[in-house]
């Protein structure tokens, strides 16, 4: 046999083991891979439906899908019976997978309860169709709250903003009785208020007409309003001049206070000097004249005496 060709057969039959070695490798690996990859598989809970905040979650509304350890949503759930009678405070698409953090705790209540947050409230307005921005106002939109009526001790009606940038939780409708008794739909919209602006609103709501005016949910500014009244509509858009102010009597000037009053000393007059006593007359000189035994006393006259 030929050398040549032994050669030639030689290299081939090498060529060939290495070939096939390395194509063993790499199939090995691959189907590894697939091994691993199938065995890190995952179950999830996904939803079967669109679930819209305050729906309670039941059996039928969710199901369990499979995904890979590394595509597991942080957050979601193993286990079907974790979701169940809990209620939806965001909302969750078809085939979305279910997040602790679109849940609310399970006993927390039904509805609309577990959205609100801690420290604010929901109240629920009743508006008309025109109010209600022709029902474009859906949840999740903010709103300014506007309320017509005739405040006190005024001749015509008054238009005033009462809340601005306000949340809508719910939009809807409910049945009420008309004048006749008869059922009539009214529209009802909820919203996200704290206790302060609830009173505003029910006060609003009770003694006027409200209507909802919609704005841009980035516009968080609050405008600084003063109202309209019924005149301004027919004065061109501007304010009735301000009556005139009654006239006052110009009042006398005041005169200037008097000085305090300086006390005045009285002086007390010394008492009059007795008058003069009168002159005492000198008595007449006297001797005694003794005549033996009889002892007498003779005055002797003034004329006598001086001589």
């Known amino acids: 046999m030929d050398r040549r060709f032994l050669t030639v057969l030689g290299v081939s039959l090498v ?12 199939t090995s690996r691959a189907g590894g891979t697939k091994k691993a990859a199938a065995t890190d598989m995952k179950d999830v809970v996904v939803a079967t439906r669109p679930l819209s905040v305050g729906v309670m979650v039941k059996p039928a509304d969710v199901k369990l899908d499979r995904v890979s350890g590394a595509s597991f949503p942080k957050g979601a759930f193993s286990k079907v019976e974790d979701v169940l009678d809990r209620p939806v405070v965001s909302n969750i698409l078809l085939d979305e997978p279910v997040l602790d953090g679109r849940l609310a705790a399970k006993g927390s209540g039904l509805g609309l309860a577990p959205t609100i947050p801690l420290g604010m ?27 017509t009526g005739r405040p006190p001790n005024t001749d015509g009606n008054m238009t005033a903003t009462a809340l601005q940038n306000v949340l809508v939780l719910s939009s809807g409708t409910v049945m009420q009785a008309d004048a006749r008794g008869q059922a009539i739909q009214s529209p009802t919209v909820t ?73 005045t000393q009285v002086v007390v007059a010394p008492p009059p000097l007795p008058p003069p006593a009168a002159p005492v007359a000198a008595a007449p000189p006297q001797i005694v004249v003794i005549r033996g035994t009889q002892r007498s006393v003779e005055t002797i006259p003034n004329g006598v005496a001086s001589n």
Request: charged content about 15%; hydrophobic content about 45%; glycine content about 6%.
């Open 191 to 263: 919203l996200l208020v704290s206790p302060d602006d609830a009173e505003t609103l029910t006060l609003a709501g009770s003694d006027g007409h409200i209507q909802l005016i919609l704005r841009n949910s980035s516009d968080s500014n609050i405008e600084k309003t003063y109202g309209r009244q019924v005149t301004e509509l027919y004065n061109g858009g501007r304010r009735a001049a301000p009556a005139p102010a009654p006239k006052t009597v110009a009042a006398a000037p005041k005169a200037p206070p008097k000085p305090p009053a300086v006390p």
């Open 121 to 147: 409230r929901a109240v629920t307005v009743r508006v008309n169709d025109v109010a209600n921005v022709a029902g474009f106002v859906l949840p999740g939109m903010h709103v300014d709250v506007l309320v």
């Open 15 to 26: 060529f060939a083991l290495v070939v096939s070695s390395v194509f063993y490798s790499m």
